[in-house]
Nanobody
C-alpha cells in the first residue's frame, strides 16, 4: 500500500525559510519520480517541484530560484527547501510519486495523497 507522510510545515514570516519532508512507503522508492505539490485555499492542486529517479529536477515558475527539491533514496524521503517565502506560498503541501514522468504534471489524475503539511506565511 502506497503511503506518503508529509511534515515540516509551520507558520513563518515573509522572507523566512522552511524545509519540508515527505516519507514514502509501499513503493520501490529509487525507481520513482517524486514531486511536491501544493493547494492553496480555493485553488487547484499544483506541481511545485519534481525530482526524477535520476536526480534531475524541475520547478514551477513560482518555485524557481527559491525552492530546492532533493531526495534521499536510503531514507525513502524527499525534501523541499523553501527560501524567501512569500504570502502566496501559503498552502497545504503534498508529495506524490509516479513511474511515468508525464503524470507528475497532472496532479488531478493522481491518487494516494497523504494528509499534507500546512505552510502559513504571515507577519
Amino acid at each position: 500500500q502506497v503511503s506518503f507522510v508529509e511534515s515540516g510545515g509551520a507558520l513563518v514570516q515573509p522572507g523566512g525559510s522552511l524545509r519540508l519532508s515527505c516519507a514514502a512507503s509501499g513503493i520501490d522508492f529509487e525507481r520513482y519520480h517524486i514531486g511536491w505539490y501544493r493547494q492553496g485555499p480555493g485553488k487547484k492542486r499544483e506541481l511545485v517541484a519534481v525530482v526524477t529517479q535520476f536526480g534531475n529536477t524541475d520547478y514551477s515558475n513560482a518555485a524557481k530560484g527559491r525552492f530546492t527539491i532533493s531526495r534521499d533514496n536510503d531514507k525513502n524521503t524527499v525534501y523541499l527547501q523553501m527560501n524567501s517565502l512569500k504570502p502566496e506560498d501559503a498552502a497545504v503541501y503534498f508529495c506524490n510519486a509516479q513511474t511515468q514522468m508525464t503524470r507528475m504534471y497532472h496532479p488531478d489524475g493522481l491518487a494516494d495523497w497523504g494528509q499534507g503539511t500546512q505552510v502559513t506565511v504571515s507577519s
